[in-house]
């Protein structure tokens, strides 16, 4: 199971609709303190980043967050739950690249399992802001994964394909030079979101290194070896490190135990760990 982690591991807070900016200044300040029990190697890890943390904030609590973030001993940065694709225009409820940019926020979240259910999200929307995220230079964390009914019909490898090939930037574009680390793919299946019922560590390895191989029948497989692969879905401080102990996990996205600083002190933690083993 061990290897060395050549991806290095991101350790991402998807924080929801929780904490508006009193609280999201209270977690980092919170975080701040707790840094000082850092050990030198781990602060190093972070700092040279071979392990990143990132939060999710609710778009109200960015500014502030990017702010906190900035001048916080713990080195973390701050990305955007959902972003259009349009850089400006009539669009009532969507925020743009261009003024995340403005902030300081370069990565964002796309296609997650509540957008899509809740918020209409589809493949196709997923791939408009992917595509356009991608091209002005901001990270893009793409999510996917199958519902329960989806699995138990044996349709996983299926539903990952459609979502894959729908919601990924064409080829012709040049998708693989974003396959450097801008792109990262969580692996979050429906059943495990905030159920307390995560995949198992074999279960989310043999989808990550289908993933992987998926990516590699398109884009070769230097660039599918260099994209990151979470998993995310009722991760704890007590699960992850079976989790991340997987050779094609290379990190998490993590809701509920992502709020608290010291339980998300302890998911860092885990990561820092798990790439220098
Ligand atoms: P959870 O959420 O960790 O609370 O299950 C994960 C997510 O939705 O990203």
């Known amino acids: 199971m061990k290897k060395s982690k050549t991806r290095g591991v991101?350790?991402?807070?998807n924080w929801k609709m929780n904490h508006g900016p009193r609280e999201t200044q209270g977690f980092f300040s919170k975080l701040g303190e707790l840094s000082a029990t850092l050990e030198k190697g781990e602060l190093s890890s972070l700092?040279?980043?071979?392990?990143k943390a990132c939060v999710f904030p609710p778009s109200?609590?960015?500014?502030r967050a990017v702010e906190l973030a900035n001048r916080n001993p713990f080195p973390i940065s701050v990305g955007s739950q959902n972003t259009h694709w349009e850089k400006k225009g009539a669009f009532t409820g969507e925020i743009s690249a261009e003024m995340l940019s403005e902030i300081g926020v370069r990565s964002t979240l796309v296609g997650h399992s509540e957008r899509r259910q809740f918020f209409g999200e589809t493949d196709e929307t997923a791939r408009k802001r992917g595509e356009a995220l991608l091209e002005q230079g901001f990270q893009v964390v793409l999510c996917i994964g199958e519902s329960k009914a989806e699995r138990d019909r044996g349709e996983t490898h299926a539903v990952l394909l459609r979502q894959l090939e729908g919601a990924l930037p064409a080829a012709q574009k040049g998708m693989a030079s974003y396959l450097d680390g801008r792109l990262v793919l969580a692996y979050e299946p429906v059943w495990a979101i905030g159920t307390g019922v995560n995949a198992t560590p074999e279960q989310a390895e043999e989808i990550h290194q289908w993933i992987r191989k998926t990516l590699a029948e398109r884009f070769g497989a230097e660039a599918a070896g260099k994209t990151q692969i979470l998993y995310g879905g009722s991760v704890t401080p007590e699960n992850i490190e079976t989790l991340l102990a997987c050779d094609n996990v290379d990190g998490a996205l993590v809701g509920g135990a992502s709020l608290k600083p010291e339980s998300f002190l302890s998911l860092v933690r885990a990561g820092i760990k798990s790439t220098t083993h």
């Open 10 to 13: 991101l350790i991402a807070g």
């Open 47 to 51: 700092s040279e980043g071979r392990t």
């Open 60 to 63: 109200l609590s960015l500014g």
